[in-house]
């Protein structure tokens, strides 16, 4: 029996085939696939087929589509373009590229096909037509995996696509103003712009200008008012954009506080004073901020705001300047002197609102004080005594001296004070009675020495006790005084003066001595040194004259009893 054999294809169609004899009883059946994909081949022998008959044969395309890359489907095309895709067989096999290309009208369009027979190939259109190309590509007979493939022709211009960014559209006086334009979007044509004023007059322009289609413009106002940006691309308007020239410092926007400007609270002398110019909302964009220079010697640009502080001597004093934020900054400077300060802030020759402001600076630190009414010995009842208040470096301020102690009505303490000199006060006080007393001193508002009173105690100095009918009172010796050359030998004399107090005889008249106090004055040997007496009033001027050397004693004797004023022990010295 001969074999019969039936050969089917993909699409259920039979397949031609030839059978060859090698005459040893082997056939050779041939045949020539037209497609790939899965083939039937069919054996029957003596009218049985053969087993595991219809055999199934896979046959497989002589390139590989999948390896196809393409390129370039992606870029931006317009009418009038020629572009150019990049197809890339060199890894698909040995095979036929076709293309098709199809318009969105559903018409076939012509293209170019280049290649260089390594399998890198160039296919180039001209499009017409505004839309979505279709393209197909077949690739040793096999379509490219993914495909069709679009591409999208966009028109030659499209004004609207232009972007002007001009920001807030608030622009300063004097100051350049720069603003964008974006046409890399919007295709082929010549972008044109006018700036005009309010009265339609075209203004003046920088214009920087790349090949990328992102163009700067620089412009600076002269004047206040409203401006007007007139931008076509490709004769097409693409819209007028409005752009408010205004003050290059809103002087009523800006916001000045800080220590002294706010309040009537004085500065304080060798303490920092810290003010704050909030301009956040009086100006757009950088702000320059600094010292102004009443000399006008420096060749720096205007600034938009020029500080100045003026001091006492009228001259500018030295600021510290720095932002903090955006549009505010913290000033600072520190005040050497007391006395009046003024602080102005102005814009080119205007001064913000409220300027100039008037500062005070008080330096409680710069007041002195000193003299023995505030020190807690050495005063004496009965007897004057005083302190001086020097405030002249600590500005102008009302004193107020207050003393506190043991005493009332007529025998209450009041000061006098006294300004021989403008800031330089004399305090004169006494008082009756012994004891501590309490001295507050206030300059303006504010109390010296650290807030606390001064505390100075009147001492009494116990001369005799006299008895009487009415009461038993005190003599007090409150000043006792030496006058003597600077050098003294023996035989020189020198002057005593003993002074009782001065309200002795209005206070107790009935209680003193009946006769003044007799003196003597004794050697170091106890011998006795002649003196003369001479009495007025209740001041005793004694002249002694020394025959020895050494430290010599003051007896004062009133009435019976014999007192020695210990403080007089080393009064004097007498030497050769």
């Keep these: 029996a001969e074999p019969k054999v039936e050969i089917v294809g993909p699409d259920s169609q039979p397949i031609p085939f030839t059978v060859e004899q090698d005459g040893k009883g082997e056939q050779y059946v041939c045949y020539r696939p037209p497609k790939f994909g899965m083939y039937n081949v069919a054996i029957n022998f003596g009218g049985m087929p053969l087993p595991n008959s219809p055999y199934k044969v896979k046959i497989s395309p002589k390139v590989d589509a999948s390896k ?14 020629n572009p150019v895709f990049d197809v890339d067989t060199t890894a698909a096999g040995d095979g036929k590229l076709e293309a098709q290309f199809i318009s969105p009208s559903g018409k076939v369009i012509d293209y170019v096909h280049d290649d260089d027979d390594k399998g890198n190939h160039t296919l180039k259109i001209t499009p017409n037509e505004v839309g979505t190309y279709t393209v197909n590509l077949v690739y040793g007979k096999v379509p490219v995996p993914h495909g069709p493939f679009s591409v999208k022709v966009r028109p030659e211009s499209e004004p609207d696509k232009v972007n002007v960014d001009i920001g807030t559209g608030n622009i300063r006086l004097g100051q350049p103003t720069v603003f964008k334009i974006d046409s890399r979007d919007a295709g082929y044509g010549d972008l044109k712009v006018r700036i005009l004023d309010d009265q ?25 008012g409203d401006y007007t940006i007139d931008v076509t691309f490709a004769g097409e308007p693409v819209g007028e954009f409005m752009m408010k020239a205004e003050p290059r410092l809103k002087l009523d926007k800006l916001n000045i506080f800080g220590d002294g400007l706010n309040s009537n609270k004085p500065l304080k002398v060798g303490e920092e004073c810290k003010m704050t110019i909030d301009a956040s909302r009086a100006m757009t964009g950088d702000i320059v901020i600094r010292e102004k220079d009443p000399s006008r010697q420096t060749a720096e640009s205007p600034a938009d705001l020029e500080l100045l502080v003026v001091g006492p001597d009228g001259r500018p004093v030295a600021l510290d300047i720095e932002e903090s934020d955006d549009g505010v900054f913290k000033v600072s400077f520190t005040p050497e002197k007391a006395g009046d ?8 020759g ?19 004080i000193y003299g023995p009414g505030i020190e807690p010995t050495g005063n004496l009842c009965g007897f004057d005594t005083h302190f001086v208040v020097d405030a002249r470096e600590a500005g102008e301020e009302k004193l107020a001296v207050d003393l ?9 303490p009041l000061p006098t004070i006294t300004e021989p000199k403008k800031g330089l006060y004399y305090v004169k006080y006494d ?32 001369v005799g006790v006299f008895p009487n009918d009415r009461r038993r009172v005190e003599i007090q010796v409150t000043r006792m005084s030496l006058e003597s050359p600077l050098t003294s030998s023996i035989d020189d004399f020198i002057d005593l003066k003993l002074k009782y107090a001065q309200r002795f005889k209005a206070l107790a008249p009935v209680c ?14 106890k011998r006795l040194v002649d003196t003369k007496t001479n009495v007025q009033d209740c001041v005793y001027k004694i002249r002694a004259s020394p025959i020895e050397m050494g430290p010599h004693k003051v007896i004062i ?4 009893s014999d007192l020695v004023y210990g403080g007089f022990n080393n009064m004097f010295e007498i030497t050769k």
């Design 431 to 462: 008082v009756s009675l012994h004891n501590n007393y309490k001295v507050d001193v206030k300059y303006g508002e504010e109390t010296l020495n650290k807030g606390k009173p001064f505390t100075p105690k009147v001492h009494t100095h116990n």
């Design 557 to 560: 004797r009133c009435s019976e």
């Design 200 to 224: 339609g007059k075209e203004m003046d322009y920088d214009y920087d200008q790349n090949d990328h289609g992102l163009d700067e413009f620089t412009f600076t106002p002269k004047k206040e």
């Design 68 to 81: 196809v890359k393409i390129s370039g489907l992606a870029q931006t095309i317009r009418i009038g373009d």
């Design 350 to 368: 205007v001064a913000a609102p409220k300027c100039p402001v008037a500062l005070k600076a008080r330096g409680l630190k710069a007041i002195k």
């Design 341 to 348: 300060y003024m602080f102005v802030a102005e814009s080119e």
């Design 512 to 525: 003193g001595p009946i006769q003044p106090p007799a003196v003597k004055v004794l050697g170091p040997g």
């Design 404 to 412: 506190r102690g043991p005493g009332t009505g007529e025998f209450k």
